[in-house]
Nanobody, 121 residues
């Protein structure tokens, strides 16, 4: 059974930094895409950033160069370095991956349990 376990969430002051990690286990195939989503209070879950197995990255507009996603497939881990954090970045951050067979065109999307990031003075 595939598991995604996030860590790194914390309380941080505005302007501060955090590094989120997500360790994947139990997967048969290298994830095609790994990403970070967030859910702010009262709002829908939204994409923050993702990275393909080829290293192609995609970021939401609100990131504005503040976050960097990376992956280490040897360690089965995806990271997100978050700098210049703002109060509006406060959310539960979820790790997500596409674990479908390499030849399967339909994604198999799996989620972690989330890690809380709170940006407040």
């Amino acid at each position: 059974q595939v598991q995604l376990v996030e860590s790194g969430g914390d309380l941080v002051q505005p302007g501060g930094s955090l590094r989120l990690s997500c360790v994947v286990s139990g997967n048969r195939f290298t994830p095609k895409v790994l990403g970070w989503y967030r859910q702010r209070p009262g709002l829908q879950r939204e994409l923050v950033a993702d990275i393909s197995s080829d290293g192609v990255t995609k970021y939401a507009d609100f990131v504005q160069g503040r976050f960097t996603i990376s992956r280490d497939d040897a360690r089965n881990t995806v990271f997100m370095q978050m700098n210049s954090l703002k109060p509006e970045d406060t959310a539960v951050y979820y790790c997500n991956g596409d674990f479908s067979h390499p030849k399967d065109p339909w994604p198999l999307s799996l989620w972690g349990q989330g890690t809380q990031v709170t940006v407040s003075s």
